[in-house]
Structures are given as structure tokens and as C-alpha cells.
């Protein structure tokens, strides 16, 4: 896990017990952030954030779909054909008026204006699997960032395979995504209270829902100074 975000990240499951159809995800979300056995454990998560205890059903549930049809890292293969990350998989270092210490990857994933920030494509930035990159990559708010890609690529690639479920068609032999994810966001009546009362782009949460094992995983993090690593 990426050191700064120790602590302050959490992975959640939760069971339901009928059957999920993706045109019902925002009820869907409605529901998870109403039930009681949800509410029990998130409530005890609110020392990790400034927010107040989620310890009642929300008002009101955002829940936005993000795509989540990659089943390889190929996405991130423009990282290397685009001089973002070098054949040995050091990131390119790259002057900024703020940052002493900055790199042409941080660039690519922060700044629209960059040169290499559609390096990799629009709709492929959407992707659950680049998000998830992303946020690895950012880290929270103490961060020593690594020289080479090759953890924020392989941490993306073990927690990926943990959060989302695939299926092989026995025809085709084709792999494809079965799960749906959903960013959330829930509000009580002072405002946003889960994952986080500040909006930030590192405090962060997501259902992963598997419609066939009827699992639910709750992947979340709350922008902050983590654990130190000892």
C-alpha cells in the first residue's frame, strides 16, 4: 500500500440478498447508504475524517457510474511509447514553478493542459482501473513518490483483481467485467458527511457491486496524513 495512504484507506464487503440490475444503481446506493448494518460500520470510520459520524441514513446518495471494462494492463502501455516513463520504468523528471521535485506522470495525470495528459485516451481515463492508478499515484497529503512506475502499476494491477469480478464466455473464451462500480457520495442535512465533509479529489469512494455472488465492496479514502510506515 502506497505509505501515505496507510491507515486512512479502507476496504469493505457486504452481502445483499436481491437481485441487482445496473439501471437500478442509484436506488441501489440509496438503499446501501439507508441500511442499518452499513450505517453500524461506517459510523466508526468517522475518526478518519472531519467529517461528522455516518451514523443515520443519509439524505441523499450521488452515485455516478464509472466504466470498468479493462481486463489488462494494456492502457498504461502509453506511459512508455509517449517518453512519459523510460524503458526501465523510471518517470521522467520535468520542471514546475511549485513542485522542486516533479515528474512528466504526475503531470500527465493532474494537468490538462499537459502535452501527454490524453496520452492515454479519453474514455480510457474514465476507467475504473485508471482511477484507481490515479489515486495510487497522488497519494495523500504526506507523499514520498516512488522513482519508477513499476509499484503504483503493480499495487493498481493486485487491488484491481481484488475488487472486481470477471467472467470467460465458453464460447468466445472472451474475458469481460461483470461487476459495476459506482463513485458515491452521501449528504446529511448539514451536507456532504461520507466519504468526506471537504471535497477533495483524494477523498474518494466506490461500490464495487458483483450481481452474481451478490456482493458489495465499499473501496474508499479520506485525504489526510496516514500511518507511518515503521
Not at 52 to 59: M, S, W
Not at 68 to 75: G, I, N
Not at 150 to 172: A, G
Request: charged fraction near 25%; hydrophobic fraction near 35%; glycine fraction near 4%.
Amino acid at each position: 500500500m502506497v505509505p501515505s495512504m496507510l491507515g486512512r484507506i479502507s476496504v469493505q464487503s457486504y452481502s445483499f440478498d436481491r437481485n441487482f440490475r445496473p439501471y437500478n444503481s442509484d436506488r441501489f446506493a440509496q438503499c446501501f447508504f439507508r441500511d442499518p448494518v452499513v450505517l453500524s460500520s461506517l459510523a466508526g470510520m468517522s475518526k478518519l475524517s472531519s467529517s461528522a459520524p455516518l451514523d443515520q441514513p443519509a439524505v441523499w446518495v450521488d452515485a455516478q457510474p464509472v466504466p470498468c471494462t479493462a481486463v489488462s494492463m494494456e492502457l498504461f502501455d502509453p506511459l512508455y511509447s509517449c517518453g512519459i516513463v523510460r524503458p526501465s520504468g523510471h518517470m521522467v523528471k520535468c520542471f514546475h514553478d511549485v513542485y522542486p521535485d516533479y515528474d512528466e506522470l504526475r503531470q500527465m495525470l493532474q494537468e490538462e493542459e499537459s502535452e501527454n495528459y490524453y496520452a492515454v485516451g479519453r474514455a480510457e481515463r474514465e476507467e475504473f482501473l485508471f482511477r484507481l492508478f490515479k489515486h495510487l499515484c497522488l497519494g495523500g497529503e504526506l507523499c514520498q513518490y516512488e522513482d519508477t512506475v513499476e509499484p503504483y502499476i503493480s499495487t493498481t494491477r493486485r487491488i484491481y483483481k481484488d475488487l472486481i469480478s470477471v467472467q470467460k464466455d465458453p464460447e468466445t473464451k472472451k474475458i469481460s467485467v461483470v461487476s459495476t462500480v459506482l463513485k458515491v457520495s452521501a449528504r446529511d442535512e448539514s451536507g456532504r458527511c461520507f466519504p468526506g465533509r471537504p471535497e477533495e479529489e483524494q477523498t474518494f469512494a466506490y461500490l464495487v457491486i458483483d450481481p452474481h455472488k451478490r456482493h458489495v465492496t465499499l473501496f474508499s479514502h479520506v485525504h489526510g496524513v496516514g500511518d507511518l510506515e515503521v
